[in-house]
């Protein structure tokens, strides 16, 4: 199983952009799922060609703008 890592980027406006790699399909809404809810509600989310590609492929990515809620 390859590793699967996400990394986040916070801009000065205070947005997070999450980006996964390493997941296939869905997969990675789930790991992300419990640090989107901790973080704030899900502005938008754009997956991308790997996130629909079959569980052949070894790597799949989605960006993910967070924005917390006051």
């Known amino acids: 199983m ?3 890592t996400i990394h986040f980027r916070i ?3 205070g947005r997070v952009e ?3 790699e390493g997941v296939l399909g869905s997969t990675c809404q789930q790991l992300t799922a419990s640090v989107e809810a901790r973080l704030g509600s ?3 989310a754009t997956p991308t060609a790997d996130h629909y590609a079959a569980a052949a492929r070894q790597e799949a990515r989605q960006a993910a703008f ?3 809620q006051p």
Do not use: K
Request: proline fraction near 13%; charged fraction near 25%; charge should be neutral.
């Open 11 to 13: 801009r000065p406006d």
């Open 18 to 20: 999450e980006h996964v």
């Open 42 to 44: 899900v502005v938008t």
């Open 2 to 4: 390859p590793q699967q």
């Open 66 to 68: 967070i924005h917390r």
